[in-house]
């Protein structure tokens, strides 16, 4: 074999060998068609775009548009490899404007499909047609009618490459790949409208979205409805990065990431450092194993990214991924930590969510939710509980906020890190009272408590109706809240290391800890570079001295290296602390009377992400008057 391949002489490929390769590339399925001629359409300027599609697309693929159209002359050449108006030098491509730029999608098509292009511009008598079969390269040029305008029609997909052919699903699966593609971008430009028949049967029809209005019901439309009423709109503008669009509540998540959009610049892309960002905002509301849903648009100086990274454009690259990466997390982080019982009941999606600048709105450095609990701590010391019983008759009943720096001590690290959290723990304060004042006119969110059902769970009622509360899930969460702001406020106390840990790394590894070593001692670990390729551990943080220390210095560094930034002391810390706040909270059958119900209702909604556990459970529901009429057929 290997004398076969040394004998064998270099020629140059027939531009239809070339044509079919490229076209494994761009040309997986008629999605992948769909795809590329919708972007054509879409630089082009158009603000109609109707689509028509038989048996899944491989049959018929037909687009037309109302845009620019191409003259007579290009018809030609637009069916030519690397062959495009979009980009003319190297400037151009550092920053590229168009969803479409390479130059190869309709040769790779017309060399797998029978493709018909006719196309008209504004300043043309004419219409003017163009033709190519797959082996036939040769275009075939004509008079046609045509409005202004672009329409493409691709029929017979691979009906010259029957091996790929036998590669494709049912008509059902290719159908609704490509109706995702076309949702996709429908959510990408909420100035165009898209029309979609499939085997003649209208499917969408999604007009012009000018206001807030048009666009959540576009969003409605391809999201669905569920969608809107459990997201959260939010909107937020710092250092030239601009991010807008809505996340869903962590209760309204899947079993799949199917529920996913993420737009850069108007192009949808699936972006780890994205995709990280993201996973770390919803890290401790949501459910193991669930997936979070959102709508998010992202917009960035077009030379602060890279598009041309993937053939199918999927992915890009930021220049500065780790100051992306940090709004993203820290705007989402904050959005949903601002999240109270009251938003949720709410439903709206009208209601607009301005965020703040500067630190506020998410300027976070690696350490992540340590500065976030330390400045929601320095805006509002007054909101650090401690447990004492009120003397008041407020109808919050048996809370009293009050924050009391704890003095210094000269205690071992480890008992001291203990100490620090033992106020938390204290029991709940005696009733004090034994009603709430009749006829209160402003009815808090979750209403007041009125029992208590197996030691479980608290019934309420509010201005909707019934409230049903797990109260142990919310007074973890409570808990746990109260543990990382009193954490961000004592800091992180290290523990030295009898015999420091040496630690093998890589040289650029070991250069990344130096870099990042006063962030290391902030949160209690103390390196030293042996070598080139060696790093000695010699302190720890006290909290997490059952952990393996060089397993998690070197994820941290591996996270480090690829992210800019690392949330994994953070995870192991959280962990630490929702065990504690998971032993520190009220246990079941605990008998509460209603002054301590309604103060653990109170502190619900003053308590970020109180509308979930530590584990990411609901922690309460509501049952509307119009859900307990249903289960008694009431007004039937």
């Not at 769909?34 to 599609?53: F, H, M, P, T, Y």
């Not at 409570?478 to 040496?502: F, N």
């Amino acid at each position: 074999m290997n004398q076969l391949l040394n004998a064998a002489r270099i020629e140059l490929l027939s531009p239809r060998l070339a044509n079919q390769i490229a076209a494994g590339e761009v040309v997986e399925r008629p999605a992948s068609v769909i795809k590329e001629l919708l972007e054509n359409s879409l630089d082009s300027g158009a603000r109609r775009i109707d689509v028509d599609v038989e048996q899944g697309g491989v049959k018929l693929l037909r687009v037309r548009d109302d845009g620019s159209g191409i003259s007579a002359d290009d018809l030609p050449l637009a069916l030519a490899r690397h062959a495009t108006s979009k980009i003319r030098n190297l400037e151009d491509l550092e920053q590229v404007m168009s969803l479409g730029f390479r130059g190869e999608a309709l040769a790779s098509i017309s060399s797998v499909a029978r493709l018909t292009l006719t196309s008209r511009t504004r300043d043309a008598d004419q219409a003017w047609q163009v033709e190519t079969e797959g082996r036939d390269m040769a275009p075939r040029v004509q008079p046609a009618a045509h409005p202004v305008g672009t329409s493409v029609e691709v029929r017979d997909l691979f009906f010259n490459t029957p091996a790929r052919r036998k590669f494709l699903k049912t008509e059902k699966t290719e159908f609704d790949h490509l109706q995702e593609v076309i949702k996709r971008l429908a959510l990408a430009r909420f100035d165009v409208a898209f029309h979609l028949r499939h085997n003649g049967k209208t499917i969408l029809s999604l007009h012009e979205a000018h206001d807030d209005a048009a666009r959540a019901r576009r969003v409605a439309a391809i999201c669905g409805s569920g969608f809107l009423e459990q997201a959260l709109p939010i909107e937020i503008e710092r250092n030239g990065l601009h991010l807008w669009g809505w996340v869903g509540l962590p209760t309204f998540n899947r079993s799949q990431a199917d529920l996913q959009y993420f737009f850069v610049n108007g192009r949808a892309v699936r972006d780890k450092l994205v995709a990280h960002a993201v996973r770390q905002a919803y890290r401790d509301v949501l459910f193991n194993g669930r997936h979070p849903t959102f709508a998010l648009f992202f917009e960035v100086d077009p030379a602060a990214v890279d598009v041309n990274v993937h053939p199918t454009k999927h992915e890009v690259r930021f220049r500065d991924g780790r100051m992306v990466h940090d709004f993203l997390y820290g705007t989402l982080h904050r959005a949903l930590g601002d999240v109270r019982p009251e938003d949720q009941l709410a439903g709206s999606v009208t209601t607009a969510v301005v965020r703040p600048t500067g630190i506020e709105a998410g300027e976070f450095g690696p350490q992540g939710e340590m500065r976030l609990a330390a400045n929601a701590l320095l805006e509002q010391p007054q909101a650090q509980p401690a447990f004492n019983t009120s003397s008041g008759g407020s109808a919050g009943g048996a809370y009293q906020y009050q924050y009391t720096p704890r003095p210094q001590s000269a205690v071992p690290p480890a008992a001291e890190a203990q100490a620090a959290y033992r106020e938390f723990f204290a029991p709940l304060p005696e009733a004090n009272a034994n009603a709430l004042p009749a006829g209160q006119e402003d009815i808090p969110p979750l209403g007041y408590a009125l029992a208590q059902l197996k030691g479980i769970y608290i019934l309420s009622e509010n201005a909707q109706g019934l409230v049903l509360v797990d109260m142990h899930a919310a007074h973890e969460r409570i808990m746990y809240e109260r543990l990382k702001i009193a954490m961000a406020s004592e800091g992180l106390s290290g523990q030295p290391l009898l015999v420091p840990e040496s630690l093998a790394v890589s040289q650029r590894e070991a250069d990344c800890a130096e870099e990042h070593a006063a962030w290391f001692q902030r949160l209690g670990f103390e390196l030293q570079r042996l070598g080139p390729e060696t790093l000695a551990i010699r302190q720890i943080p006290a909290l997490l001295k059952q952990a393996e220390a060089n397993r998690l210095v070197g994820d941290v560094l591996s996270d480090l290296m690829e992210y800019g930034t690392s949330d994994r002391i953070q995870a192991h810390l959280n962990e630490l602390l929702g065990t504690m706040a998971c032993h520190g909270a009220i246990r079941a059958n605990r008998r509460l009377a209603l002054p301590e119900m309604n103060g653990l209702l109170r502190d619900m909604e003053n308590t970020e992400r109180s509308g979930q556990c530590n584990h990411g459970r609901p922690t309460w529901t509501q049952l509307g008057l119009d859900d307990l009429d249903k289960l008694f057929l009431r007004g039937r």
